[in-house]
């Protein structure tokens, strides 16, 4: 099976601008959630999807926010970019999201806001 | 609260020693879920292991094992005989579960950073 992917791998944005960025899970998998990760803040969870509906959300402002499509693929959208969301985002899936299964993630997207 | 702390910083090792990463958690819950993730430079996130806070018994798999000791909340990790391919990042992380159900939330540690010298 294919793991997860993640596009596009690399973003630089200029502040105020908006970026969207797309998260493809593992065949099957219908659990989709996303992690920012920053050299100060370290890992932190910012939603997770399941099913097209938000299931549970991190602490984080409204700027972010994110939606899943009907083939479980997901895109999570920061809005009027700020310095300080420069970051590695990523997403994991995992398989039926009921349980604390094992989520799997995906490469990345490393964003740089200038 | 719910948190993972993960002390070590950074850890530079000779290759072929053996080291212990250390993982500390606290929760209310009963029923938990454990994690390790290795994150090498490339950034992907890479599943290791998953415990489940019923099972206490140590797992071994090839040169790396793990030791979960529900009366400390510790769940640490052996690599033996370290090579340079270990040099990576390597995250602890505790299910979030609000004692049922699954919250798509995992909790992490800051990450201890690995180096392996030749």
């Known amino acids: 099976k294919a793991g997860v992917t993640q596009t596009p791998r690399y973003l630089i944005k200029t502040r105020g601008q908006q970026v969207t960025l797309s998260c493809s899970p593992i065949?099957?998998?219908?659990?989709v959630s996303w992690y920012q990760q920053t050299p100060g803040q370290g890992l932190q969870f910012l939603f997770e999807?399941?099913?097209?509906?938000?299931?549970n959300k991190g602490n984080f402002p409204g700027r972010f926010s994110g939606r899943q499509f009907s083939n479980s693929r997901s895109e999570m959208n920061v809005s009027t970019l700020e310095l300080g969301d420069s970051a590695l985002y990523l997403c994991?899936?995992?398989?039926?999201?009921?349980?604390?299964?094992?989520?799997?993630f995906g490469p990345g997207t490393r964003l740089l806001v200038l | 609260a719910q948190k993972v702390t993960q002390a070590q910083t950074e850890i530079s090792v000779v290759e072929k020693e053996d080291v212990t990463l250390d993982c500390v958690y606290e929760?209310?819950?009963?029923?938990?879920?454990l994690f390790w993730y290795k994150q090498p430079p490339s950034g992907e996130l890479v599943f290791l292991i998953r415990?489940?806070?019923?099972?206490?018994q140590n797992e071994i798999s090839g040169r790396y094992s793990w030791n979960f000791q529900k009366s400390t909340s510790s769940f640490n990790f052996t690599i033996t005989a370290s090579q340079v391919v270990d040099s990576a990042v390597y995250f602890c992380?505790?299910?979030?579960?609000?004692?049922?159900?699954?919250?798509?939330?995992?909790?992490f540690g800051q990450g201890t950073t690995l180096q392996v010298k030749p």
């Open positions: 999807y399941f099913s097209e509906t938000q299931r």
């Open positions: 992380a505790l299910s979030d579960s609000h004692g049922s159900g699954n919250t798509g939330k995992l909790i």
């Open positions: 929760t209310r819950d009963t029923t938990y879920y």
């Open positions: 415990r489940n806070s019923f099972d206490e």
């Open positions: 065949s099957g998998h219908r659990s």
């Open positions: 994991a899936s995992s398989s039926t999201g009921t349980g604390p299964e094992t989520q799997y």
